[in-house]
């Protein structure tokens, strides 16, 4: 993965076509967490209220919303009648938002592992094999969204679906922390063979066992936190 902190906002031809019958400025959250989360937006890119307003086709009062919503996320700085800019990966907040999923998800994988929902074991079991066909191919960007729809999948499955919400909400510094982490050799393998765990825990009817393996599934980006940081003093701060 090349990465390189941009110094405007980067154009992109895969603009999605906005639905009309819903608000405009979720939709640019939606479409902006998504970039920054992927580092397609590193951090330092300034985000121009203007172009991004051009580029949606929309006035400058939504995208200005969007802007403060992820400003609120932690994701954006915005420096009144100066410019917005993508933030740098805070350690700290990262290591908050991880104590915060760490805190629910070993609640909802005890939860599973008592249910034993036959059902949701076979479709996470395809959710890991998405993944790994996306490895083959080293579709990174693919690799995380179908890595959140695992964890989204159980989440649900536990009736506290509104609780992966607002665990996305505060996790874009833990987010992107992992996605710098994702490429390192073995990495990428490792977290499918540590869903695989999980749901042989929960197929086994095992809770103890579901929440070891989540607890060790969890740990892997902070524990290589000062690495990472090493390596993008750019990105990632304290």
């Known amino acids: 993965m090349q990465l390189s902190p941009g110094s405007r906002a980067a154009e992109s031809p895969r603009l999605p076509q906005l639905d009309r019958s819903r608000h405009a400025a979720p939709q640019v959250v939606d479409y902006l967490r998504d970039r920054i989360i992927c580092l397609e937006l590193a951090p330092g890119t300034v985000l121009s209220r203007g172009d991004l307003a ?19 996320e932690g994701l954006v700085d915005i420096f009144p009648q100066h410019k917005t800019v993508v933030s740098r990966i805070d350690i700290r907040s990262a290591q908050q938002a991880h104590f915060l999923r760490r805190s629910i998800e070993l609640e909802v994988v005890r939860t599973l592992a008592q249910t034993r929902d036959a059902g949701l074991v076979k479709q996470l079991r395809a959710t890991i094999a998405q993944q790994s066909a996306l490895l083959e ?53 490792e977290i499918i063979r540590e869903h ?5 825990a929960i197929a086994r009817a095992d809770p103890q066992s579901a929440e070891r393996r989540v607890r ?5 980006t ?3 936190a000062d690495a990472i940081r090493a390596r993008y003093p750019g990105y990632v701060t304290n």
Do not use: C
Not at 54 to 72: C, H, I, N, Y
Not at 143 to 170: I, K
Not at 216 to 220: A, D, F, P, Q, R
């Open 54 to 72: 051009a580029q949606f086709g929309l006035s400058q009062t939504p995208v200005r919303d969007a802007l403060m919503r992820l400003a609120e």
């Open 137 to 189: 191919i080293h579709d990174y960007r693919q690799f995380v969204r179908t890595d959140q729809s695992f964890h989204r999948q159980m989440y649900e499955a536990a009736n506290v679906a509104n609780l992966w919400d607002t665990v996305r909400r505060q996790s874009g510094h833990i987010d992107r922390l992992r996605r710098l982490h994702l490429p390192a050799p073995g990495k990428a393998p």
């Open 196 to 200: 695989t765990r999980i749901v042989d």
């Open 216 to 220: 060790e599934h969890l740990s892997g």
């Open 222 to 224: 902070m524990s290589r």
